[in-house]
């Protein structure tokens, strides 16, 4: 599986260490890495197909100070997908009324046929960017449908909605964010954890410091602004357990084998 990470905070926060901490797992998940610093209608994307702790690139870039108040970040474990620039974590892109939305997922959609159509529509071929894509047009036909901008309330809930309903069997641990709110989604126990410190809360799949990390709520859609939370979402009870056989049986039909 991959690993995501993401940060939400009321003032600019030095990102680096954590980054750091984080990216030391590539050896494990060696597939790509990628970096979104997040601001309103802005998302400046890095990324690349290669292992983080082997990219030079990246080396450099964590030498200068990096500070932000919405971060995400990835590597990632091809399950489904070529290891391809394409491939790599965030995605990115606007909806019909210019609001951008930028996404990272760990995890492996097994069933929900709403995806299927994006198959020929999306750039790559990850599960991940289906859901993406997915998303926004369920965004694009809710503002159509009422004729103008989703208020926060209606967004979330509509986010939510589609959480709980996708969540049924499969895994999705999901860090969205609308450039000012960074929905989190795990429905995997103990795979993702946070930690509150300094008006700011810090996402990640692993603590990634000896502080006081917390499993973050499952089955549960959570929201947070300028590092506060500010929404929780319906328990929808769709836990994900674990089936090492499923993820390998899926990886030999997406690979060919």
Request: with cysteine; proline share 4%.
């Amino acid at each position: 599986m991959c690993m995501i990470f993401g940060l939400s905070a009321r003032d600019k926060q030095l990102t680096n260490e954590y980054l750091r901490a984080f990216f030391k797992n590539s050896p494990q998940h060696p597939d790509g890495w990628g970096l979104a610093d997040l601001n309103r209608s802005d998302a400046a994307i890095e990324k690349e197909n290669t292992e983080a702790m082997k990219s030079h690139y990246l080396k450099e870039r964590l030498s200068a100070p990096i500070e932000s108040r919405l971060l995400l970040a990835h590597i990632r474990y091809a399950t489904i997908g070529n290891v391809e620039y394409r491939n790599c974590h965030p995605f990115t892109g606007k909806d019909q009324l210019g609001r951008r939305w930028t996404q990272v997922h760990n995890g492996t959609i097994f069933d929900y046929p709403a995806l299927s159509k994006y198959v020929t529509l999306q750039q790559g071929d990850t599960d991940s960017e289906r859901i993406f894509l997915y998303l926004l047009d369920r965004l694009n036909a809710a503002q159509a449908e009422k004729g103008g901008k989703l208020s926060f309330d209606e967004r979330f809930e509509l986010i939510d909605g589609i959480v709980g309903e996708m969540a049924k069997g499969n895994k999705l641990n999901l860090l969205l964010c609308d450039g000012q709110n960074l929905y989190v989604h795990t429905n995997c126990r103990d795979t993702l954890y946070y930690l509150e410190k300094d008006n700011a809360v810090w996402i990640a799949t692993v603590p990634l410091s000896g502080e006081n990390w917390k499993p973050a709520p499952f089955t549960t859609l959570l929201a947070f602004r300028d590092g506060k939370l500010i929404r929780t979402g319906t328990n929808h009870g769709n836990e994900y357990i674990e089936n090492p056989e499923q993820v390998k049986l899926l990886y030999q039909i997406f690979s060919g084998l």
